[in-house]
């Protein structure tokens, strides 16, 4: 018996329509579906697909452990995320192993922040991949807010929030287009890094990019700090256009 | 009569199974599909997309001006684009308030380096137009790659390798992740900045990423200086990973 093939599917932004052809081709065919969801939560990767997957599917969901009294600094919570995903890795690898396709969800582009990633490097030298690119949830929010990002020479920089002020606001000195990643509780840090640096004025606030209850605001307009974890910010280029 | 409405339609890297499902019910229903194109070349969005076109649409080709014998740096380069623009943005504009929509074919992302931008910006204020989203050529690439790009609070920054090398080197030297576009004649350059600013080694050489012929090297063991203007280098990042 040969043993499955693993497939890393992109769900892109949010949009079921967003979607690839072969993302479809791949959900609708594949005898196991895989995603990962907060413990007692439907899961964002799963509500994006659901339309696609077939009844006959063997749905197998990944439950992240709850983690949300242990700081992210305290090896704690690295050490449960370990767990975490070699307990995943190994429930992958039964499905594999019996023959069975697998396809993992993967919001946005499957290695591009994923999750998906995380079992992906566990697993590759074990059984086939094949990796399904998404549309990243950036492009989603450009594309929501109608911001033509980079021209020309444009430098684009793509910065998670998590990271020190003082990083932010170097590095987005010197970028011409900027992207700024898992916004929630780093929204008034990104906010004065934008001051710093020269971009405030141009800097765009998209939540919920092509889902239901988009948001899109310059964010020099938003009154309050607070956000959504996958909120973005978005700093267009102003590069050579003819 | 009510105007049509213009929509910037990404087709993803190449494979023609990386359109989106909301990409293909836009070409496979909209009156007037439109696409750029060298003189005399079918042009690559037409052949991405050719698949999902139906006979009945109208085809309407934006063929570039032949403009090799001029430098970019010449002001009557950047002269001859600007009057392309404005002819081509007439063309559509003619269709749009006619009342007939049109599809503007665009590879990878309409808003990410792209053709289109430059008829968006013309025509935004005078017809309704909806983007797109695809996936990006550089997504295309480093999924047939496999490389895992971005982690936990990497910083990836995309750079066309039309810059001066000197640019090249310092911005890399400030990445954890990086991609560089337009490599083309930049290849000596752009290897040289890879050197100098110690991301040599993990570097991946990539061309027609998703497409047949598509190759996938170390560009430490890529023998000669000699790709495509749309081949594409990556670095991955190396960060956090549980």
């Not at 998670?160 to 008034?188: C, H, S, W, Y």
Request: hydrophobic share 45%; net charge neutral; charged share 20%.
């Amino acid at each position: 018996m040969s043993a499955g093939r693993l497939y890393g599917v992109g769900l892109g932004p949010g949009d079921p329509e967003l979607l690839t052809v072969k993302a479809v081709r791949v959900i609708e065919t594949a005898p196991v579906i895989a995603f990962f969801a907060k413990s007692g939560r439907p899961g964002n990767a799963r509500t994006i697909a659901d339309r696609w997957i077939p009844a006959s599917a063997h749905q197998l969901l990944l439950a992240y452990p709850v983690t949300t009294e242990i700081p992210v600094s305290d090896p704690a919570y690295n050490e449960a995320l370990r767990a975490f995903y070699a307990e995943a890795t190994e429930r992958l690898a039964d499905e594999l192993a019996a023959g069975r396709d697998v396809a993992l969800l993967s919001e946005g582009d499957p290695l591009f922040y994923g999750s998906f990633m995380h079992l992906y490097i566990r697993l590759k030298e074990r059984f086939p991949v094949t990796i399904i690119p998404g549309v990243t949830g950036m492009a989603g929010c450009w594309s929501a807010a109608g911001e033509a990002m980079t021209w020309g020479d444009d430098i684009m920089t793509v910065l998670p929030g998590t990271l020190p002020q003082q990083t932010l606001t170097e590095r987005l000195r010197g970028a011409d287009a900027a992207v700024i990643m898992k916004v929630g509780k780093n929204f008034a840090k990104i906010r004065q890094a934008l001051r710093d640096s020269g971009h405030y004025e141009r800097a765009i606030y998209v939540e919920r990019g092509t889902m239901a209850g988009e948001k899109v605001m310059k964010l020099a307009d938003k009154a309050d700090d607070s956000a959504p974890y996958f909120a973005i910010v978005l700093v267009s280029g102003q590069g050579r256009r003819p």
